[in-house]
């Protein structure tokens, strides 16, 4: 199973690559048809890369916040205790 940091990581590597494979394709004079599916292949792979970010950033948010109101609450517990 791929981790969400490698997943991004993964993702991030073949955006650039299709970015890479897109400006390749307009300097050699591709088709605009051709140009348009690969433009559209890398958006969609985009949308992906955010949608994964904003998923890594809510967990970070959601374990932070057990640290804080939680974790942090039963260690006082435990040391005053």
């Keep these: 199973m791929i981790h ?3 997943a991004c990581e993964l ?3 073949e ?3 299709m970015v890479a494979l897109f ?3 307009k300097k050699c004079g591709a088709s605009p048809q051709t140009l348009e599916e690969t433009q559209v292949s890398f958006n969609h792979l985009h949308a992906r890369y ?3 970010l904003q998923s890594m950033n809510w967990t970070v948010s959601e374990i932070n916040n057990l640290q804080d109101n939680q ?3 039963r260690l006082v517990d435990l040391v005053g205790g």
Excluded: D
Aim: charged share 15%; no cysteine.
């Design 23 to 25: 400006n390749k394709q």
């Design 15 to 17: 955006y650039l690559m």
């Design 11 to 13: 993702m991030k590597i």
């Design 71 to 73: 974790l942090y609450m």
């Design 50 to 52: 955010i949608a994964e």
């Design 4 to 6: 969400g940091t490698q």
